[in-house]
DNA sequence: GAAATGACGTAAG
DNA sequence: ACTTACGCCATTT
């Protein structure tokens, strides 16, 4: 497919994001402004950006957004999204499986096989706060 | 365009 | 706590 039919604002842009150009640059542009907005030594969940966002059940859009989170710029703090059990699902995403770990620990978050230590206590809910 | 994929979430066994 | 199953939606093949 790949048809160029899709609207496509700003495809500079968005090409530094999504390289194959593709939905709306605003999904993703929302989901790494509120990533940015997480404070240090916190963490939160895809869910909890989805339902700030609006789209509520496509969580999963989230995680595949941050994908793309290593080229956006800004850099996106995506070390401090973790799923809904505070598991880091997506350390493997990082360039190095153990980075992810390495951050968060340097902020202060506690992480123990692959979990956030006292997640309930750090996480941070976009909803509040913004 | 159908089928598969994924840094998810919730429910159920 | 762990596994299975289903729903969700954009991207990719």
């Given at each position: 497919m790949n048809d160029n039919k899709k609207r496509l604002k700003n495809p500079d842009k968005l090409k530094a994001i999504n390289p194959s150009g593709a939905t709306d640059q605003n999904f993703f542009d929302q989901v790494f402004e509120i990533t940015r907005q997480i404070p240090k030594g916190r963490v939160t969940s895809y869910g909890a950006i989805a339902k700030c966002i609006g789209t509520g059940k496509s969580a999963r859009l989230v995680g595949w957004a941050m994908n793309g989170s290593g080229k956006a710029k800004p850099k996106v703090?995506?070390?401090r999204v973790v799923n809904s059990i505070g598991v880091?699902?997506?350390?493997?995403?990082?360039?190095?499986?153990t980075l992810m770990e390495e951050l968060l620990a340097k902020e202060g978050v506690k992480v123990k096989n692959d979990k956030v230590v006292d997640f309930k206590k750090v996480f941070w809910n976009p909803m509040e706060e913004l």
């Open positions: 703090p995506a070390h880091l699902s997506g350390k493997l995403a990082f360039k190095t499986p």
